[in-house]
Nanobody
Framework: EVQLVESGGGLVQAGGSLRLSCAASGFTFDDYAIGWFRQAPGKEREGVSCISSSDGSTYYGDSVKGRFTISSDNAKNTVYLQMNSLKPEDTAVYYC?????????WGQGTQVTVSS
């Protein structure tokens, strides 16, 4: 069974940092790309960042480039999202995602709140 478990969210002041973790299980971690998405109240879910566990290639959304860094620890089957210089507009529920055998799997989400 594919499972994605996020952690690390919380309340932080603008300019601060948080590190999110996504622990994955139920599939061969090295073979798939893992992504982070976020959804703010009243807004559509948007892609934040993605990493290929096999070759380490990464993608960042324009709104987070230069502030967020995605990484993976293949030994721990875990993907991290280091978020620096946080802004109030980064406030959202952050979700981990994998597309495994044509199915989309999501974690339960972790709340990030950035106060001004």
């Amino acid at each position: 069974e594919v499972q994605l478990v996020e952690s690390g969210g919380g309340l932080v002041q603008a300019g601060g940092s948080l590190r999110l973790s996504c622990a994955a299980s139920g599939f061969t971690f090295d073979d798939y790309a893992i992504g982070w998405f976020r959804q703010a109240p009243g807004k559509e879910r948007e892609g934040v960042s993605c990493i290929s566990s096999s070759d380490g290639s990464t993608y960042y959304g324009d709104s987070v480039k230069g502030r967020f860094t995605i990484s993976s620890d293949n030994a721990k089957n875990t993907v991290y999202l280091q978020m620096n210089s946080l802004k109030p507009e980064d406030t959202a529920v952050y979700y981990c995602h994998v597309n495994y055998r044509t199915m989309d799997y999501w974690g339960q989400g972790t709340q990030v709140t950035v106060s001004s």
